[in-house]
């Protein structure tokens, strides 16, 4: 739980650190309970979800505890519980408990998964995929319970979406497979790759077959110990490229591999901003010009990143000169930032796109209603001013708090379900340091 209290309008400068990434690090965590050997993770963020995750490893029997600043030991020899703690269920990394546990003990139940408010996204294409393995599912209203045989047969599985959180929980329950199993139309997000590199190294077989498409050849249980290091995290990395943009200058921002935010960059670049890069650190070149309106699209990896969406519709709120349209493809909740930035001055419209139906959306089709405004138009430039704003969610939090640094007056952010922390590192230390007024109460 936090209260953020912003004052903006401060000029920002110094170098911004990204740490490992929210959607690699602790899950590497997780894919240390198929080993029965201690394990070490690096470069693991201080997150609020990582300490869940921790605590949940503890209380199904393993032993997790952290052994320097991002550093994690894990063994998990005697894990015995089937159970995934309630304390991990707010964390969305929790469904990755459901493969994992089921590899490792061939049973698992757990609660109804929580994470954000921007979809409902539901677990059916995860579930769907365990249960091409061999599993039995039984669920009910609050629970799932499902088994797995100790040594899933061979099965060449297709998701119907793409799914990131699906494909690594598919990876984890096919570890131990008798066979050979195949994943289509799988993810292909870096930190799937990330994980992918860790298990391998632990002797599993997980390859890239071909465009979407992941090969995972059984092995005896269980897992060798081994080391993993995390990504950096490229949701933190574009947050702070954008923040720095705003700022005119000044920032420099350290840990932000350039392969991984392609897509990104692409969109800075047509927008016209102008970024200077010296390996993994880059900074924002000044410009006095005002930023071309743009026309984007959220998409799978390697397209716009959804948890990218809401920043840059900021940036092109302050810096835009004109109306751009922004069409999200991935979660059709996904404008909580937008609406708070409106309390701060954002001029903004909801529309419903034309000529789309549920097919071209990536969330599940029984969620799609042809009058729900999936595009919003954004109006720039604006001049934000300070008000109380909610923090609804983990990107949507970090937005408005971004936005409160360039608005005119005092903000104040209320976060109650502390989303914020559950995504970035000692944020309030990460600005403060650059010089920002900001304190958290």
């Not at 936090?2 to 740490?19: D, H, M, P, Q, R």
């Not at 365990?130 to 629970?143: E, H, I, M, P, W």
């Not at 947050?239 to 705003?246: E, G, L, P, R, Y």
Request: glycine share 10%; aromatic share 6%.
């Amino acid at each position: 739980m936090a209260t953020f209290i912003v004052n903006g309008g401060k000029k920002l400068a110094g170098t911004y650190e990204v740490s490992g990434a929210k959607n690699a690090g602790p899950k590497l965590i997780i894919a240390a309970m198929l080993s029965d050997k201690e394990c070490t993770l690096r470069n693991v963020p201080r997150i609020s979800d990582t300490e869940k995750i921790v605590q949940a490893i503890n209380e199904m029997g393993g032993k997790c505890e952290w052994s320097g600043d991002h550093e994690v030991k894990v063994n998990c020899a005697l894990l015995s519980k089937s159970d995934v703690p309630a304390v991990v269920l707010t964390a969305r990394h929790a469904v990755l408990f459901i493969g994992a546990t089921l590899a490792r003990l061939g049973k698992v139940r757990i609660a109804k998964v929580g994470g954000d408010d921007i979809g409902k996204r539901p677990i059916d294409r995860l579930v769907a995929g365990l249960a091409s393995l061999g599993a039995t599912v039984n669920q009910t209203t609050n629970f799932l319970e499902m088994t797995l045989p100790e040594r899933p047969l061979s099965r060449d599985y297709t998701f119907a979406k793409n799914t990131h959180t699906g494909t690594e929980s598919l990876i984890l329950g096919s570890i131990f497979n008798e066979g050979d199993v195949t994943i289509r139309n799988a993810a292909e997000e870096p930190e799937v790759d990330n994980l992918i590199e860790f298990v391998n190294a632990m002797g599993a077989r997980v390859r890239r077959v071909g465009e979407r498409a992941i090969e995972i050849q059984g092995v005896p249980k269980l897992l060798s110990g081994a080391t993993g290091v995390s990504v950096y995290d490229r949701l933190e990395a574009a947050t702070a490229i954008a923040f720095a943009v705003m700022n005119d200058g000044g920032v420099e921002v350290r840990n932000a591999d350039p392969a991984m935010l392609v897509s990104f960059v692409k969109e800075l670049e047509k927008i016209g901003v102008e970024l200077k890069w010296q390996g993994n650190s880059v900074s924002a070149i000044p410009s006095t010009k005002y930023l071309t309106p743009s026309t984007l699209k959220t998409a799978v990896h390697p397209g716009f990143m959804t948890d990218w969406q809401p920043i840059i519709t900021l940036l092109l709120a302050l810096k835009a000169h004109g109306r751009s349209e922004v069409h999200e493809m991935i979660y059709e909740q996904r404008w909580s930032a937008l609406r708070e930035m409106g309390k701060m001055g954002a001029r903004y419209e909801l529309f419903n796109p034309v000529g789309y139906t549920a097919n071209d959306y990536n969330f599940n089709e029984r969620e799609f209603n042809a009058g729900d405004p999936y595009g919003a138009y954004v109006y720039g430039p604006t001049e934000l001013v300070g008000a109380t704003v909610d923090s609804l969610d983990v990107r949507a939090g970090i937005t408005v708090l971004i936005a409160a640094l360039f608005a005119k007056g005092e903000s104040t952010i209320l976060d109650p379900q502390g989303h914020i922390d559950r995504g970035y590192e000692d944020i309030v230390g990460k600005l403060t340091k650059l010089g920002a007024d900001i304190k958290r109460i």
